[in-house]
């Protein structure tokens, strides 16, 4: 059963980072892009990083670029998505996704229906 496995979220004051994990099993991440999305209370879906197969250039929404950082480790089969700099906007439930678009290439942070795995997703606080 393929499945991906989100830790390290957890309570953080602002200015504080954290490096959130995305283990998958059941498939490899080498065939799949790999991105993380958040979800605040009463807010919507947010797709925030994304790394593709080739890992040549991550993608990440304005409101963390120079903050977040995402990698990806083939051999361990997990992602990690380094998060620094960490303000109380950033509080969310964040959840890694794996998938292709259409013609498998790099879906977009905007099209969660292009990413056929999910994790559970882990909560990440930031106090002010």
């Known amino acids: 059963e393929a499945q991906l496995v989100e830790s390290g979220g957890g309570f953080v004051q602002a200015g504080g980072s954290l490096i959130l994990s995305c283990a998958a099993s059941?498939?490899?991440?080498?065939?799949?892009?790999i991105a993380w999305f958040r979800q605040a209370p009463g807010q919507d879906l947010e797709g925030v990083s994304i790394i593709p197969k080739d890992s040549k250039r991550a993608d990440h929404i304005n409101s963390v670029v120079g903050r977040f950082a995402v990698f990806r480790d083939n051999a361990k089969n997990t992602v990690f998505l380094h998060m620094n700099d960490l303000k109380p906007e950033d509080t969310a439930v964040y959840y890694c996704?794996?998938?292709?678009?259409?013609?498998?290439?790099?879906?977009?942070?905007?099209?969660?229906?292009?990413?056929?795995?999910w994790g559970q997703g882990t909560q990440v606080t930031v106090s002010s």
């Open positions: 996704a794996a998938g292709n678009s259409v013609f498998g290439g790099t879906p977009g942070l905007n099209r969660p229906d292009e990413y056929s795995h």
């Open positions: 059941g498939f490899t991440i080498r065939d799949y892009a």
